[in-house]
């Protein structure tokens, strides 16, 4: 500061006019009393104030740090301690409403349970329709195949007596005979079975003579037992009495038979 002031007079006592002594000489401005030099220990003692203030700004400074970390802490604290409350209160909640909740959770299983009974039944609905839907599908298939059977068999009754017929006119007679009237009644016979059995073919009704066949019990009756010859197999059909029938593939009357023995 001294030394500003020393500079400044100086500056000024440059720029005025030096006239009539009003102005006094430089070196009786510049007394030595008015100089105060400073102590020689002052800018030491300068430094060390310095570096105290310095010190003390610092240690505020981690006071300050300190206790942002504090409040930061103790903000954490609260948070946590706030997070804890609203837990045991979502807790405490949940327990207040977990009548309900079990409540619910009962109506649901009821109604699961029953719509997984409901739908069993309805699967076996469906399956049951499907059967009577099949059922009356081979019924239907049955009237239209063998809605003739009792018919059939009916007619099968005047087969027989008109074969039997044919059967009991002597050989000689069908060819050789004098009679030409017997010789007409035959060819007679002989045309209304052929035609007869014309009609049987065209309705599916098929005539069964197995002679020479495999004696098969659903097809065949058989009523005595042939015995065994060179010419025939044991177990196959020797003999038909009666014609069997069968009407699409099921037999209607089966053939009375005789069986070859066993050798």
Do not use: W
């Not at 807790?91 to 409901?118: I, Y």
């Not at 839907?133 to 007619?155: L, N, W």
């Not at 069908?174 to 030409?180: F, M, N, T, V, Y």
Request: contains cysteine; proline residues 4%.
């Amino acid at each position: 500061m001294s030394s500003q002031v020393m500079r400044m007079c100086t500056s000024t006592l440059r720029v005025l006019p030096r006239a009539g002594g009003l102005v006094a000489p430089r070196a009786a401005f510049a007394q030595p009393h008015l100089v105060h030099q400073r102590p020689a220990g002052s800018g030491f003692a300068r430094f060390i104030s310095f570096k105290s203030f310095m010190g003390s700004n610092d240690k505020q400074e981690e006071s300050k740090a300190d206790d942002n970390k504090s409040e930061t802490t103790q903000a954490q604290e609260q948070q946590q301690q706030a997070q804890g409350q609203e837990g045991a209160s979502a807790q405490d909640a949940a327990s207040e409403a977990d009548p309900h909740v079990t409540e619910l959770e009962q109506q649901l299983k009821t109604a699961q349970e029953e719509a997984k009974d409901l739908k069993e039944k309805y699967l076996r609905a469906l399956a049951e329709m499907e059967n009577v839907r099949e059922r009356a599908r081979h019924q239907v298939e049955d009237a239209k195949h063998y809605g003739i059977q009792k018919f059939a068999k009916d007619m099968l009754e005047i087969a027989d007596v008109l074969q039997l017929a044919l059967d009991n006119v002597p050989q000689d007679a069908k060819e050789h005979g004098d009679a030409q009237a017997l010789r007409d009644l035959n060819d007679g016979l002989q045309t209304t079975n052929k035609l007869l059995h014309n009609i049987f073919e065209r309705h599916q009704l098929h005539l069964l003579n197995p002679v020479g066949e495999k004696f098969d019990p659903n097809h065949h009756d058989a009523l005595f037992e042939v015995p065994p010859s060179d010419d025939a197999t044991s177990g196959t059909v020797a003999v038909v009495t009666k014609a069997g029938y069968s009407l699409n593939g099921r037999t209607i009357r089966p053939a009375q038979v005789g069986v070859v023995a066993k050798k």
